[in-house]
């Protein structure tokens, strides 16, 4: 399990990389605390405590009433930064394939999040930015990407943007020419222009082609870095694949009481454990988690919450039948938070179902669909074999990675996820199993965009059946999460991203 960063550790850490990658220039001095804070959106304490992390490893050199100096930090041996960058060069690759594929979704839905007023300011400011600061595209990007995510209403686009950003920056190697020199020398104030203009006539197949083309342009730069980097060895290493980007919710999924009740509620919801039956005593059940009596309490503590068990004195925990109408979000101010992180997450999986829908759909001949659907359709819980379906069928490992963290927020940020998952059944409304045979119909039969936009829309349903009951329980957060009845027909149709492929031996290094 992955221990979740503090918020001073995760600023430290987002830092600390744009300095080993050159994005932040040694030397130069850092920018204010104030603005680091509003970039990042962080409090001043929590900027403070991750500058001090960032000078006791000597990152920075802090001074009283001056901006933070940047410093190198630590100088590693070459041959070992060589050896960790080639290690992870299909790292770099797929990472730079799932921006050009997610960055213009999730653009063009923050987008529509703004109104008027909201985006002529946005616009105002970011051609200021152009103005003064075209040679810098980090500043940029900050200013426009980042800016915008701000906009969506939904913590986890900016979230997982910044996690993927990280996932592509390419370490400086002494002696070498870093891609983001080359690139400092060609800057792309103009392709920023074209953005702002694409995002103010709510162009998605612009902002498509765009984007694509400044990924390339990066790409290209560090595939020839990686080129030259693999002359240098005798040997190439084999690589390494390793992504999770930090959400920043308020949910910790790894606490072992959470993991405990997350399994028991599954236990209770597929028949395991019968309504009306008695848990096991608390000693009997710590000794089968190994855990404290103090961590098994905390977890049945969390499912009477949840109204899945009741306390009898003299008798124990008596398992109740999980009803969706006994669910009260407003029983605790934590329950209150994961049911927002919980709609969070399902807006996030409507936007990513499309991609990794087509991703899913391009590998599999007539057979292998027609068995896909099959299995599906026979399967107890329609929607979840689905999502089954879409994870063992993506070709990248990001998209497969980031679909996996969205569904462990999405099965564990909120009590109402459980019930939702069964939804395409019928049990809430009726339209969700013929959305569900739709799609699968389409599937079957090769239709990729009729297939597309009804698992959207399948999808769809469920987010806005989950807003509308969270909403007249009183949580009024979730208003601000929207989605779009359709969307654009240019998302449909999958392009093979142009992105060169790295070396996979030295013999294949050679520079032409």
């Not at 490893?57 to 080639?86: D, F, K």
């Not at 669910?327 to 938070?337: G, K, Q, W, Y």
């Not at 119909?441 to 597309?452: C, E, G, M, V």
């Amino acid at each position: 399990m992955t221990t979740s960063l503090s918020r001073p550790a995760q600023l430290a850490k987002t830092l600390r990389q744009e300095i080993l990658t050159r994005r932040l220039v040694p030397g130069q001095k850092l920018m204010s605390i104030q603005d680091l804070s509003q970039m990042y959106q962080v409090s001043v304490r929590t900027v403070r405590e991750a500058l001090a992390l960032l000078e006791q490893s000597e990152y920075l050199q802090c001074q009283s009433r001056c901006r933070a100096v940047i410093l190198s930090g630590p100088t590693p041996q070459t041959a070992q930064l060589i050896e960790e960058t080639l290690r992870q060069r299909d790292q770099f690759i797929d990472g730079y394939r799932t921006i050009q594929r997610l960055l213009p979704l999730l653009l063009w839905q923050s987008r529509l999040m703004m109104d008027k007023n909201e985006f002529d300011d946005f616009f105002r400011y970011n051609q200021k930015m152009i103005r003064w600061k075209g040679d810098n595209s980090w500043l940029l990007s900050a200013a426009l990407f980042h800016g915008l995510l701000n906009y969506s209403g939904n913590s986890l686009f900016l979230d997982l943007y910044r996690g993927l950003e990280q996932q592509c920056l390419i370490p400086v190697i002494p002696g070498m020419q870093h891609p983001y020199e080359v690139l400092a020398r060609n800057p792309q104030s103009r392709d920023f222009s074209l953005l702002l203009q694409g995002l103010q006539d709510h162009n998605v197949s612009f902002l498509q082609e765009r984007i694509g083309r400044m990924i390339e342009n990066v790409q290209s730069a560090v595939c020839h870095y990686i080129q030259v980097l693999s002359a240098a060895v005798s040997q190439m290493p084999e690589p390494v694949f390793h992504f999770h980007w930090q959400a920043g919710s308020v949910f910790h999924p790894q606490a072992k009481s959470r993991q405990i009740a997350q399994a028991l509620i599954l236990d209770i919801l597929s028949g395991k454990l019968q309504p009306n039956t008695f848990l096991p005593s608390e000693k009997v059940m710590a000794s089968q988690w190994n855990v404290s009596v103090d961590t098994l309490r905390r977890s049945l503590h969390y499912l009477r919450q949840l109204q899945f068990i009741q306390t009898i004195n003299g008798k124990g925990s008596l398992i109740c039948s999980p009803d969706l109408n006994r669910l009260n979000p407003l029983a605790s101010a934590e329950i209150r938070r994961n049911s927002l992180t919980y709609l969070q997450a399902l807006q996030l999986l409507c936007l990513l179902c499309v991609p990794s829908a087509l991703d899913a759909a391009a590998t599999l001949h007539a057979a292998a669909r027609e068995a896909a659907v099959s299995a599906i359709l026979n399967a107890p819980h329609p929607l979840t074999a689905l999502i089954d379906f879409l994870l063992a069928r993506q070709t990248s490992p990001t998209m497969e990675a980031i679909l996996r963290q969205v569904l462990q927020l999405i099965y564990a940020g909120s009590p109402y996820l459980y019930h939702a998952r069964k939804l395409p059944e019928g049990s809430v409304t009726p339209d969700a199993g013929y959305l569900l045979h739709q799609t699968l119909d389409a599937l079957k039969q090769n239709q990729i965009p009729a297939y597309a936009q009804s698992i959207y829309q399948c999808f769809l349903l469920l987010f806005r059946e989950s807003r509308t009951f969270l909403i007249q329980a009183g949580v009024s957060e979730t208003k601000r999460l929207q989605l779009p009845d359709t969307l654009p027909l240019t998302l449909f149709c999958e392009t093979n991203p142009k992105l060169r492929e790295f070396p996979n031996s030295p013999s294949d290094a050679k520079i032409r």
